[in-house]
């Protein structure tokens, strides 16, 4: 089993999906959210980080279920918002490399 594969058997699992009509979209969420984790803080995937692993199942999930373009902001916004820099405060000089 490739690592996309367990990524995505796991987000399934978060998300309790069964099916695999959208297995596409989670794929695409769960690149965007390490994309955007690294963006935010310098932090490569793959790696170690239980923290890590979450924010990109917790932005998965938001994403997922909140697919439209406006809304209101929820308190998962907060949430994510603090993942985000507490991961930035753990990569040092700049980088955490792959653990």
């Known amino acids: 089993m490739t690592e996309a594969e367990k990524e995505l058997e796991k987000a399934k699992k978060y998300l309790r999906i069964d099916g695999?009509?959208?297995d596409d979209l989670i794929l695409h969420f769960i690149a965007a959210a390490k994309e955007y984790i690294t963006n935010a803080t310098g932090l490569k995937f793959p790696n170690n980080l239980a923290q890590a692993e979450?924010?990109?199942?917790?932005?998965t999930t938001?994403?997922?279920?909140?697919?439209?373009?406006?809304?209101?902001?929820?308190?998962?916004?907060?949430?994510?918002?603090?993942?985000?820099?507490?991961l930035k405060y753990l990569v040092v000089d700049g980088e955490k490399d792959a653990e």
């Open 20 to 22: 695999d009509a959208e």
């Open 54 to 59: 979450l924010a990109v199942m917790s932005f």
């Open 62 to 86: 938001h994403w997922y279920e909140n697919r439209q373009i406006s809304g209101t902001t929820s308190n998962l916004d907060g949430v994510l918002t603090t993942m985000v820099n507490q």
